[in-house]
T-cell receptor, first 119, second 109 residues
Framework: NAGVMQNPRHLVRRRGQEARLRCSPV?????VYWYRQLPEEGLKFMVY????????ESGMPKERFSAEFPKEGPSILRIQQVVRGDSAAYFC?????????????????FGSGTQLSVL | KQEVTQIPAALSVPEGENLVLNCSFT??????LQWFRQDPGKGLTSLLL?????REQTSGRLNASLDKSSGRSTLYIAASQPGDSATYLC????????FGAGTRLTVKP
């Protein structure tokens, strides 16, 4: 995973609670992608962030979901008032390019994911 | 909107066989195409990256091709081994990466 760290590895929440998923890209890298993988389905793009900026959030549900990547600390994917349909594996990915370069034409390295289970 | 399709959805072969996984995409204006491997309960591992100006990439027993004009890519695995059993995902790079649903490969000893 080239140093892309996600935590927690597993997260259990009851309906209506909040879920916070964390992702730290390779040290010094400033681009993060979040993906969701539902059972038996492929990965679905959610949001692309650069430090302190949301570049593309076209895959984010309109309500309850938000993402940030502050100047200091990991990127956070927040899901408010979780429902059972939110149960999925959430992956973040970081491009392999050195800091300061664009994310295109570079390999993506993925974290091990957070498995969210909503009871 | 880019759509990525992978065929077949599942494939089972005996050890030693050569095999081909297929990926098609609807919008040929891409930056790159990447093949990943995903083991059960794990994250994704990048296998091969093909830039939009390239036609193929090779790594060991893996060879990936790209035909932008027809919107197709193939992943060729030579002399398959049980350790190759995994789900293989292709992803098309635009401003983000769009994934196919994957091909679940089982290589039987």
């Amino acid at each position: 995973n080239a140093g892309v760290m996600q935590n927690p590895r597993h997260l259990v929440r009851r309906r209506g609670q909040e879920a916070r998923l964390r992702c730290s890209p390779v040290k010094g890298h400033s681009h993060v992608y979040w993906y969701r993988q539902l059972p038996e389905e492929g990965l679905k793009f959610m949001v692309y962030l650069q430090k302190e900026n949301i570049i593309d959030e076209s895959g984010m549900p309109k309500e309850r979901f938000s993402a940030e990547f502050p100047k200091e600390g990991p990127s956070i994917l927040r899901i408010q008032q979780v429902v059972r349909g939110d149960s999925a594996a959430y992956f973040c990915a970081s491009p392999s390019n050195p800091p300061g370069q664009g994310p295109t034409n570079e390999k993506l390295f993925f974290g091990s994911g957070t498995q969210l289970s909503v009871l | 909107k880019q759509e990525v399709t992978q065929i077949p959805a599942a494939l089972s072969v005996p050890e030693g066989e050569n095999l081909v996984l297929n990926c098609s995409f609807t919008d040929s204006a891409i930056y790159n195409l990447q093949w990943f491997r995903q083991d059960p309960g794990k994250g994704l591992t990048s296998l091969l990256l093909i830039q939009s100006s390239q036609r193929e990439q090779t790594s060991g027993r893996l060879n990936a091709s790209l035909d932008k004009s027809s919107g197709r890519s193939t992943l060729y695995i030579a002399a398959s081994q049980p350790g190759d059993s995994a789900t293989y995902l292709c992803a098309v790079g635009d401003n983000d990466m769009r994934f196919g649903a994957g091909t679940r490969l089982t290589v039987k000893p």
